[in-house]
């Protein structure tokens, strides 16, 4: 669950253009293994895996996600269809991920 204070500090890094530039560029430090500037499924792969183990979610050991699903999200986000991933689609990806934490919960069924 997110609380006031992150989620205030959420919203000021959506409004932040160099503060997004900042986290796309460490990103791709850690995660563009080969070097070349993008992201390519297998980096993205990675990525996700690492996003998804870091949340209250599940534990990255017991995290089984069928390839088909990173395909989806792959190609979701490769916006050009180059194949990669680039900082302008990571940018995306990251504002939408960002976006996703600061929405609601909807109520648990009865």
Do not use: W
């Amino acid at each position: 669950m997110t609380g006031e204070k992150e989620k205030d500090a959420i919203k000021a890094m959506l409004a932040n253009e160099e503060a997004l530039k900042c986290i796309v560029t460490n990103i791709m430090q850690e995660f563009d293994q080969d070097k070349n500037g993008t992201l390519d499924k297998e980096e993205t792969k990675k990525l996700i895996r690492h996003f998804l183990s870091q949340s209250e979610l599940c534990d990255e050991n017991e995290l089984q996600i069928p390839d088909e699903m990173y395909n989806n999200i792959f190609n979701a986000y490769d916006t050009d269809g180059s194949g990669s991933i680039d900082q302008d689609e990571l940018a995306g990806f990251i504002k939408q991920l960002l976006g996703e934490l600061l929405r609601e919960p909807e109520a648990e069924s009865a």
